[in-house]
T-cell receptor, first 115, second 110 residues
Framework: DSGVTQTPKHLITATGQRVTLRCSPRSGDLSVYWYQQSLDQGLQFLIQYYNGEERAKGNILERFSAQQFPDLHSELNLSSLELGDSALYFC??????????????FGPGTRLTVT | DAKTTQPPSMDCAEGRAANLPCNHSTISGNEYVYWYRQIHSQGPQYIIHGLKNNETNEMASLIITEDRKSSTLILPHATLRDTAVYYCIVRVGRVGQFYFGTGTSLTVIP
């Protein structure tokens, strides 16, 4: 158990809909990272927040957005869903947000299926 | 953007040491090497990381060459539960996001 929690575990929805994925980082961790893992793309970094502020963006679509709240939990919002958005979505957390030695701990993931 | 190269698959006999290689020839002086593994579709699990010195923890050892262009993850006594995809990652950028490559699929054989 990494200490990172994600809800829900599974989500099935239709094309065009909007969903929200939730992540609670490990106690004391200020950074939250979101990753997407699909069959044909592997693990892709989406976005990072550090202490409530966006720190870095990766391959995140404009239809996707995220935020980190004062209690440090984070939400990933996916809108206008397409079949290709079906994937595993992982959240990770770490103590630091800048360079140096700081391992990331991953949650169990949310499996999103768009039908 | 992957900065690491790993063999796509390896087999290892149960109870033997598993040595997983990784090339990272473009690594910069202050970039750490991290190893993670992913069992089935579970969240990636942190194994170990290092900068230039060899590192050991309860899970594995990490051997980094003197020129830092390659490294080897060693699982000293592989078990069936070590069957997983192993990712070697060089942390990219100031803010620490990871770029996962395709990893090495390790199969531990009874």
């Amino acid at each position: 158990d990494s200490g990172v929690t994600q809800t829900p575990k599974h989500l099935i929805t239709a094309t065009g809909q909007r969903v929200t994925l939730r992540c609670s980082p490990r106690s004391g961790d200020l950074s939250v990272y979101w990753y997407q893992q699909s069959l044909d793309q592997g693990l892709q970094f989406l976005i990072q927040y550090y202490n409530g502020e966006e720190r870095a963006k990766g391959n995140i679509l404009e239809r996707f957005s995220a935020q980190q709240f004062p209690d440090l939990h984070s939400e990933l919002n996916l809108s206008s869903l397409e079949l290709g958005d079906s994937a595993l979505y992982f959240c990770a957390s770490s103590v630091q947000g800048s360079s140096g030695s700081s391992e990331q701990y991953f949650g169990p993931g949310t499996r999103l299926t768009v039908t | 953007d992957a900065k690491t190269t790993q063999p796509p698959s390896m087999d290892c006999a149960e109870g033997r040491a598993a040595n997983l290689p990784c090339n990272h020839s473009t690594i910069s002086g202050n970039e750490y090497v991290y190893w993670y593994r992913q069992i089935h579709s579970q969240g990636p699990q942190y194994i170990i990381h290092g900068l230039k010195n060899n590192e050991t923890n309860e899970m594995a050892s990490l051997i980094i060459t003197e020129d830092r262009k390659s490294s080897t993850l060693i699982l000293p006594h592989a078990t069936l539960r070590d069957t997983a995809v192993y990712y070697c990652i060089v942390r990219v950028g100031r803010v620490g996001q990871f770029y996962f490559g395709t990893g090495t699929s390790l199969t531990v054989i009874p």
